[in-house]
DNA sequence: GCAATAACTAGTCATAAAGACAATAAAGCA
DNA sequence: TGCTTTATTGTCTTTATGACTAGTTATTGC
């Protein structure tokens, strides 16, 4: 960083976070974004977010704004920072820079319609024509891609998933994700055989068409080794 | 993004390009840095980086300090983002959000000293022991554990090579940057099995110790298929 | 109740990839 | 010439993957 410096010589930037939420609800892919009442973009659908404060740390805004529009709390969820959006010409208003973040939910917590009044909603990804507010539909695109390429290296697959869940329901979070279909066969022996991906609950599920199936949740490991191939 | 703003209602941010400038000089990994003539940290070495000015964009910005440090031609590098930096507290003087980049060069150009006539230098990594400035300790930490998982998944090994290189230069990319070493053999095998990874150039190195090695330069893929595990 | 059906789980076999290691090739050098 | 060094090729074993078959265990509809 430059030695030199001096405030009032810069001109203002401001910071936002920006969230790119996340579910899985097999066959869609869902979103959870705000329709915009005022300003640039009103009617159009954009990303959650809020400025970032004087004395508060990029995590934290990001974490408040997860907090303010799903009310889900931190444990449930996997935040991590995607990339920042800069350009000059983002905001016709002034110079924002955007650092956006990835979200993964497991169910679809209602959301919460902010203080600014802004209706908010999970939108199918697959629906959308990249008609969002600023440059969101890039943002969103990052996410997605994020997010497909992080299930094949990571155990992220099971933050989609409720706290205990089957061998069905994880798999057709890669399904869904990957717009592919797995062997169920070859996919359940992979799992297993990936130590700390997936612990046996010992119960079963009930109710549903044919055989029960065991009900798994989330082991400690983090990173798949071996990865799970598209 | 809130749709209530007002400029003046928010704290002056700026904002920085920090860059993470690697190259692979076996056995060593080497980050290009610069020593802080004044200012907090002053004598501590520190990420190369500036300011982004009002009409910039975040990767100009960041191709700007990569030029002006190194010299080099933007083709022969990779500059990718890496992550964005904003605890509160990082810089002493104001806030800064610094969104860093990650550079990967073949050849250590000689390094430029700086209009603020910081010396830059390449220093070896291992050698340092996390004394740089401000937060950079964190944002160098980051680049380099980047770097190691991109060439797992990506062609980015042969950017740390030159125009030409043997596949024992190859080898050596991955060797000293996971530390670990790989059986020559296999290590030939299976790049050579990866459709566009390598291609051969017909030339063969000589003057060497050994048996010549033959030429290879950049193929066209992006991405490796099956990655190089580990 | 009793098939029929759906869904999960286990097993088999052929193929492909990876790891260990031996063997050969092509230079320089004593 | 023969030894050393490094590069490349080849072989064998083990392991992982993909396609497919078969068995298990529940619910659903006569």
Redesign the interface.
Known sequence: ?????D??A???????A?LVILTVQPPTVRALLVR????PFAGSW??P????G?????ADAAHETLARKTGVSVDATHLE?L??????DR?P???????AWLALLAEPAEPVA?D?T?EAQWVDVAALDGDLA?DHAEILATGIERARNRIEYTTLATRFCGDEFTMAELRAVYETLWSTELDPANFHRKVLAIDGFVEPTGENTSGGRGRPARLYRRGDAVDLD??V?R
């Open positions: 960083m430059a030695d030199t410096y405030p009032s810069f001109p203002p930037f401001a910071v936002t920006d915009r009442a005022s300003g954009a990303l977010g809020g400025f970032v004087p004395d508060q740390s990029l920072q990339a920042s959006f800069g350009r000059p905001d208003r002034m110079r924002i820079v955007s650092v902010g600014d802004d600023f071996p990865p191939r």
